[in-house]
Nanobody, 121 residues
Framework: QVQLVESGGGLVQAGGSLRLSCTASGGTFSSFARGWFRQAPGKEREFLGA????????HYEDSVKGRFAISRDYAKNTVYLQMNSLKPEDTAVYYCAAGTTIANPNDFGFWGQGTQVTVSS
């Protein structure tokens, strides 16, 4: 069964950091872009950014640019989301996804189950 599994979420104080992981199983997704999204309670899902299939390009939305960074480890079939200077408004369920481009959220179609991130003030 092909799936993406997120991990690394938890509770952190404002100003702190977390690193989320998204590991592929049953397939490598090595030829796909990998993106990160989040959804806060009562809000629509928000695209955060993505990394190209070859790891040479990344894209970030303005809401996280300069604070979040995406990287990938092909040997571990894993993509990471490093989150720094976290704010209470970053509280959400974070999802990773596989897709075909890095800048269009509509190009992502395979999702993980999500991991909760809670930032306390």
């Amino acid at each position: 069964q092909v799936q993406l599994v997120e991990s690394g979420g938890g509770l952190v104080q404002a100003g702190g950091s977390l690193r989320l992981s998204c590991t592929a199983s049953g397939g490598t997704f090595s030829s796909f872009a990998r993106g990160w999204f989040r959804q806060a309670p009562g809000k629509e899902r928000e695209f955060l950014g993505a990394i190209a299939w070859n790891g040479r390009m990344t894209h970030y939305e303005d809401s996280v640019k300069g604070r979040f960074a995406i990287s990938r480890d092909y040997a571990k079939n894993t993509v990471y989301l490093q989150m720094n200077s976290l704010k209470p408004e970053d509280t959400a369920v974070y999802y990773c996804a596989a897709g075909t481009t890095i800048a269009n959220p509509n190009d992502f179609g395979f999702w993980g189950q999500g991991t909760q991130v809670t930032v306390s003030s």
